[in-house]
């Protein structure tokens, strides 16, 4: 759930006040859905830092957060999109073979944040995040400010924006359900509509961000029926940055455990859209 209170989102339950709340519950999967735990033990290899690759080259290292900020089975439908576009996936967490600490984002080049517990609070998930001894959010900004990448899908969108989050993006993420215009208004899984580089499409949503972005190194690749923005990329420093509210990565299982029409095979092409203009240089990255 997320909750902004005049710029700040709490963790406590929102309360009626005069000023504007938006509460937002955070991208779960169903739990049926969860992968396998086959790759837990392929912690071991680099982490990802400021000279990481920034080609899309296939073998290249990404890294996916899983733990207790991630919904059961979000980090393993990360992990097969990205193994599906050719990347080398290895876990990063509190129970991970590989951990966050300094030298962990030393050759990787990419790091993503899934989806979150349904019903999950951003400011819990951040919370969970910082509980881990190792993890710092400079230690992320850090490695995207050097040339590393980021991708967030639904709470790992959320979590690029600002407090709690890491401040990646140029502007902001907002609770699409909350919107003026939205064309989902609960916290339900839905398929929503988007219009992705002028094609109308149908995608996974479990109360997803929007973001409110602007600037001369953003492209929105996507956007929702009352045009906010659904999919950004942009860059960060000398690195780059890409969120998504809906879920291009989510598996048929997803789709099937609420009785949704399958658009698996769409979103993962998508998804392979969104990362390879995620690992594209820059053209001139902001300072």
Same mark, same amino acid.
């Given at each position: 759930?997320?909750?902004?209170?005049?710029?700040?989102?709490?963790? $406590?339950? /929102?309360?009626?006040?005069?000023?504007?709340?938006?509460?937002?519950?955070?991208?779960?999967?169903?739990?049926?859905?969860?992968?396998?735990?086959?790759?837990?033990?392929?912690?071991?290899?680099?982490?990802?830092?400021?000279?990481?690759? /920034?080609?899309?080259?296939?073998?290249?290292?990404? +890294?996916?957060?899983?733990? =207790?900020? $991630?919904?059961?089975?979000? $980090?393993?439908?990360?992990?097969?999109? #990205?193994?599906?576009?050719?990347?080398?996936?290895?876990?990063?967490?509190?129970?991970?073979?590989?951990?966050?600490?300094?030298?962990?984002?030393?050759?990787?080049?990419?790091?993503?944040?899934?989806?979150?517990?349904?019903?999950?609070?951003?400011?819990?998930?951040?919370?969970? +995040?910082?509980?881990?001894?190792?993890?710092?959010?400079?230690?992320?900004?850090?490695?995207?400010?050097?040339?590393?990448?980021?991708?967030?899908?639904?709470?790992?969108?959320? #979590?690029?924006?600002?407090?709690?989050?890491?401040? +990646?993006?140029?502007?902001?993420?907002?609770?699409?359900?909350?919107?003026?215009?939205?064309?989902?208004?609960?916290?339900?899984?839905?398929?929503?509509?988007?219009?992705?580089?002028?094609?109308? #499409?149908?995608?996974?949503?479990?109360?997803?961000?929007?973001?409110?972005?602007?600037?001369?190194?953003?492209?929105? #690749?996507?956007?929702?029926?009352?045009?906010?923005?659904?999919?950004?990329?942009?860059?960060?420093?000398?690195?780059?940055? $890409?969120?998504?509210?809906?879920?291009?990565?989510?598996?048929?299982?997803?789709?099937?455990?609420?009785?949704?029409?399958?658009?698996?095979?769409?979103?993962?092409?998508?998804?392979?859209?969104?990362?390879?203009?995620?690992?594209?240089?820059?053209?001139?990255?902001? =300072?």
């Amino acid at each position: 759930m997320r909750v902004r209170w005049a710029g700040v989102r709490r963790g $406590a339950a /929102a309360l009626a006040v005069a000023v504007a709340v938006l509460v937002a519950s955070a991208c779960g999967a169903p739990l049926e859905a969860a992968g396998d735990a086959a790759g837990a033990a392929a912690g071991a290899g680099g982490g990802a830092g400021a000279g990481g690759s /920034a080609g899309s080259d296939r073998g290249s290292l990404a +890294l996916v957060y899983r733990g =207790p900020a $991630a919904c059961e089975g979000c $980090a393993e439908a990360a992990h097969d999109m #990205l193994e599906h576009d050719g990347f080398t996936v290895r876990y990063i967490g509190p129970k991970e073979r590989m951990r966050f600490g300094p030298g962990a984002f030393a050759s990787a080049a990419l790091y993503v944040q899934p989806g979150g517990t349904d019903g999950q609070e951003v400011s819990t998930a951040w919370g969970l +995040l910082e509980s881990d001894a190792g993890f710092s959010a400079e230690l992320v900004r850090a490695y995207v400010r050097g040339g590393g990448r980021y991708l967030g899908l639904c709470m790992g969108g959320y #979590l690029a924006g600002e407090d709690p989050g890491y401040g +990646l993006l140029p502007g902001d993420s907002g609770q699409y359900i909350r919107s003026p215009g939205a064309a989902v208004t609960d916290e339900r899984d839905h398929l929503v509509d988007v219009d992705w580089r002028g094609r109308g #499409l149908r995608m996974y949503f479990q109360d997803g961000p929007y973001f409110d972005v602007q600037g001369p190194d953003v492209q929105v #690749l996507a956007r929702y029926t009352n045009g906010r923005a659904a999919a950004v990329v942009a860059a960060y420093g000398a690195g780059r940055v $890409a969120v998504s509210g809906p879920h291009p990565e989510a598996p048929s299982a997803w789709y099937r455990d609420y009785d949704l029409a399958d658009e698996s095979a769409t979103g993962l092409g998508l998804g392979e859209d969104l990362l390879h203009t995620l690992m594209a240089t820059p053209p001139h990255p902001t =300072p």
